[in-house]
């Protein structure tokens, strides 16, 4: 089955947000057996969203639409449903009691504008949405589906699972297609890519290689009948990357380099504390972007300045002997973390951030710092690009050079 998704909206258009939905679809249709062929995004016009569903109707089985369901003029999308299959939208009476029933049971008056997303085309059912007002579409005609969903992602994604997805695997026949990602560090695209290249010339599962904010990524596809033998395909080739790469690949699939540092946190029952400098407290808000870090972090220390630095345990003779940007000083910030906050374990960064020099060191410049009882160390790294971006990467290699050194225990 060949798929196509068209997210509508005219703010996608501008930039005000980002298509998320599109993403989120697309990653859902290969564990059906469905290829994605297309993605378009359209303003919120009648006749331009009736124009690119009439080429998707001409080369695709499955069309799947976001956006442009709700009441007010501008949601159009119905209507262009309507236009691009030559049929007429009716009101069906129950669809406009479920509606005035979901305003009443909130005490607010129904506008009657609202009456249009009480409405269907004959060749189309109504997919419900109980979190939202705005009801989707499921139509079949001529062995083609087109699945209507509203634009908000925790409606859509709920109408997808619940509605879109059981009707489509009643439907779907053939192969299906699974990816395994295997997340590294610290090794370069290219020579990622060199080191998987004896790999590389299979058909059956591929290996593609992704350049991502924590770090390289690579992805195993392959394609089977079935998940079980989908899997059985990946398990040899991900066996071997892994003998290749080492510990360089920290994770794989959703995992995150903070979930893994949360995780060799609690299992050894330490609690960890941070000091940062360039990353002005970066390092800390990711750490405790995972549920439950309350387990093991003890609390974060933004010491932006030399005399914050100092007033919680930085031996002052250090940064005048090596500068605040230094592998000693990134060490003692480590360490009085730890004892600043009673943590088992510290870890620092100190650097230049940019865009300017500082103490003679170019921008790019970062120390991460790591303590833990009685063993202490730092390391040097170097980061190319704008503030934000060594802000973010150094945060990532903090976290990655913390988890190794948990490991090595």
Same mark, same amino acid.
């Given at each position: 089955?060949?798929?196509?998704?068209?997210?509508?909206?005219?703010?996608?258009?501008?930039?005000?947000?980002?298509?998320?939905?599109?993403?989120?679809?697309?990653?859902?249709?290969?564990?059906?057996?469905?290829?994605?062929?297309?993605?378009?995004?359209?303003?919120?016009?009648?006749?331009?969203?009736?124009?690119?569903?009439?080429?998707?109707?001409?080369?695709?089985?499955?069309?799947?639409?976001?956006?442009?369901?709700?009441?007010?003029?501008?949601?159009?999308?119905?209507?262009?449903?309507?236009?691009?299959?030559?049929?007429?939208?009716?009101?069906?009476?129950?669809?406009?009691?479920?509606?005035?029933?979901?305003?009443?049971?909130?005490?607010?008056?129904?506008?009657?504008?609202?009456?249009?997303?009480?409405?269907?085309?004959?060749?189309?059912?109504?997919?419900?949405?109980?979190?939202?007002?705005?009801?989707?579409?499921?139509?079949?005609?001529?062995?083609?589906?087109?699945?209507?969903?509203?634009?908000?992602?925790?409606?859509?994604?709920?109408?997808?699972?619940?509605?879109?997805?059981?009707?489509?695997?009643?439907?779907?026949?053939?192969?299906?297609?699974?990816?395994?990602?295997?997340?590294?560090?610290?090794?370069?695209?290219?020579?990622?890519?060199?080191?998987?290249?004896?790999?590389?010339?299979?058909?059956?599962?591929?290996?593609?290689?992704?350049?991502?904010?924590?770090?390289?990524?690579?992805?195993?596809?392959?394609?089977?009948?079935?998940?079980?033998?989908?899997?059985?395909?990946?398990?040899?080739?991900?066996?071997?990357?892994?003998?290749?790469?080492?510990?360089?690949?920290?994770?794989?699939?959703?995992?995150?380099?903070?979930?893994?540092?949360?995780?060799?946190?609690?299992? %050894?029952?330490?609690?960890?504390?941070?000091?940062?400098?360039?990353?002005?407290?970066?390092?800390?808000?990711?750490?405790?972007?995972?549920?439950?870090?309350?387990?093991?972090?003890?609390?974060?220390?933004?010491?932006?300045?030399?005399?914050?630095?100092?007033?919680?345990?930085?031996?002052?003779?250090?940064?005048?002997?090596?500068?605040?940007?230094?592998?000693?000083?990134?060490?003692?910030?480590?360490?009085?973390?730890?004892?600043?906050?009673?943590?088992?374990?510290?870890?620092?960064?100190?650097?230049?951030?940019?865009?300017?020099?500082?103490?003679?060191?170019?921008?790019?410049?970062?120390?991460?710092?790591?303590?833990?009882?009685?063993?202490?160390?730092?390391?040097?790294?170097?980061?190319?690009?704008?503030?934000?971006?060594?802000?973010? %990467?150094?945060?990532?290699?903090?976290?990655?050079?913390?988890?190794?050194?948990?490991?090595?225990?």
């Amino acid at each position: 089955m060949k798929a196509e998704i068209i997210s509508i909206g005219t703010e996608l258009l501008l930039g005000q947000i980002v298509d998320t939905n599109s993403a989120y679809l697309a990653g859902e249709l290969p564990a059906l057996g469905v290829d994605l062929y297309y993605i378009s995004q359209v303003g919120d016009n009648t006749g331009r969203i009736a124009e690119v569903l009439r080429r998707a109707w001409a080369r695709s089985d499955l069309i799947l639409t976001t956006g442009g369901l709700g009441p007010t003029d501008d949601d159009v999308t119905r209507d262009a449903v309507a236009q691009a299959l030559g049929e007429e939208m009716r009101i069906v009476p129950e669809l406009e009691e479920h509606l005035r029933q979901w305003f009443s049971r909130r005490t607010v008056a129904m506008p009657e504008r609202n009456l249009k997303q009480a409405t269907l085309v004959p060749s189309a059912q109504s997919l419900p949405n109980p979190v939202g007002t705005a009801p989707g579409w499921w139509v079949e005609k001529e062995g083609h589906i087109i699945a209507v969903m509203p634009g908000p992602p925790r409606e859509m994604t709920r109408m997808w699972r619940n509605e879109v997805v059981p009707r489509l695997r009643e439907r779907v026949t053939g192969e299906i297609i699974l990816s395994r990602t295997l997340k590294t560090y610290g090794v370069g695209e290219g020579t990622v890519d060199e080191m998987v290249s004896p790999h590389s010339r299979s058909s059956n599962p591929t290996i593609g290689t992704y350049a991502k904010p924590d770090g390289v990524h690579l992805r195993l596809t392959a394609k089977a009948p079935t998940s079980e033998a989908a899997r059985a395909l990946i398990a040899p080739v991900e066996e071997k990357l892994r003998e290749i790469f080492g510990d360089r690949i920290w994770g794989a699939d959703d995992e995150t380099l903070e979930g893994a540092v949360g995780d060799a946190l609690r299992s %050894r029952k330490l609690t960890l504390a941070t000091m940062e400098s360039c990353t002005g407290g970066l390092l800390a808000s990711t750490i405790t972007d995972m549920a439950g870090s309350s387990d093991y972090f003890k609390g974060g220390l933004v010491t932006y300045t030399n005399e914050a630095k100092i007033a919680y345990g930085v031996p002052a003779q250090l940064i005048e002997a090596h500068g605040a940007v230094s592998q000693p000083v990134a060490q003692a910030m480590a360490q009085a973390a730890c004892r600043a906050l009673g943590a088992d374990v510290g870890v620092s960064v100190t650097g230049v951030a940019g865009p300017s020099s500082l103490e003679g060191k170019p921008p790019g410049t970062v120390f991460i710092g790591l303590a833990w009882g009685e063993k202490a160390r730092a390391h040097d790294v170097s980061f190319p690009g704008q503030r934000a971006v060594v802000k973010r %990467r150094a945060t990532t290699a903090a976290l990655f050079l913390l988890r190794r050194f948990l490991q090595q225990g």
